[in-house]
């Protein structure tokens, strides 16, 4: 799946007021800094369709863009960051937990990890916390470039082997680099193969 047109639609925290209409959502998080707008704008080949964050944890906001007219990408605020007040962090959570819960559209989520760190408690309990309320996600390793192959494998299948422990099948896992556009063909074409089977199998 090519990405040809990708537009900018809403902001808010708010489930209620994202799209109404009955296009599929695919949404993007992960801890403040992962790397997570630069997966975005490498995935879509634009410069600054999400803003790199020079604040970190301060776009607290569920961002719609429109893809090839036919499909959501969404970018979720980054969570885990350190400097944002209790009261912040609590409504964060509310909001987020009720998208993901609510959001019919909900297609899919793309639990971003930075690839040099070993698996964190916040990532951890996020995963299982996605896991037991059954909502679609993958992995998607960021920042591979700045391993070497040989080393971000083991970074991978460490991370993997911790997921077992807890699980008894691991989901889909993605390893990509924005700067290197390493993985965007593959996250394309998972894109790309999910919206065919939901075209086929799903109304919402
Ligand atoms: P966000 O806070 O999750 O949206 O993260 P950003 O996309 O703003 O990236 C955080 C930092 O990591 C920035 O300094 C980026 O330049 C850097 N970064 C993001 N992706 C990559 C990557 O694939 N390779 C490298 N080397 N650096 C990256």
């Not at 902001?11 to 998080?29: G, H, L, M, Y």
């Not at 609510?102 to 698996?119: G, N, T, Y």
């Not at 971000?152 to 390893?175: G, I, K, M």
């Amino acid at each position: 799946m090519q990405i040809t047109t990708a537009s900018f639609v809403i902001s808010n925290t708010s489930v209620e007021q994202c799209p109404k209409d009955n296009r599929p959502d695919f949404a993007f998080i992960g801890r403040s800094n992962v790397g997570k707008s630069s997966l975005i704008n490498a995935l879509c080949q634009r410069k600054n369709l999400a803003k790199t964050s020079s604040r970190p944890g301060k776009t607290q906001l569920i961002n719609h863009f429109l893809i090839n007219e036919h499909w959501y990408l969404v970018d979720l605020p980054g969570y885990g960051y350190a400097r944002v007040s209790k009261k912040s962090k609590k409504q964060f959570q509310q909001y987020i937990t009720k998208y993901f819960k609510e959001r019919k559209q909900l297609c899919c989520a793309f639990i971003l990890l930075d690839i040099r760190h070993d698996p964190q408690p916040i990532d951890k309990e996020f995963i299982r916390w996605m896991g037991e309320a059954q909502i679609p996600f993958v992995l998607v390793f960021t920042k591979a470039d700045k391993l070497s192959a040989k080393k971000a494998e083991a970074q991978v299948s460490n991370y993997l082997t911790t997921l077992e422990e807890e699980w008894a099948a691991l989901p889909q896992h993605f390893v990509t680099s924005a700067a290197k556009r390493q993985g965007m063909e593959a996250l394309q074409g998972f894109i790309g193969s999910t919206l065919d089977e939901i075209s086929t199998i799903k109304t919402f």
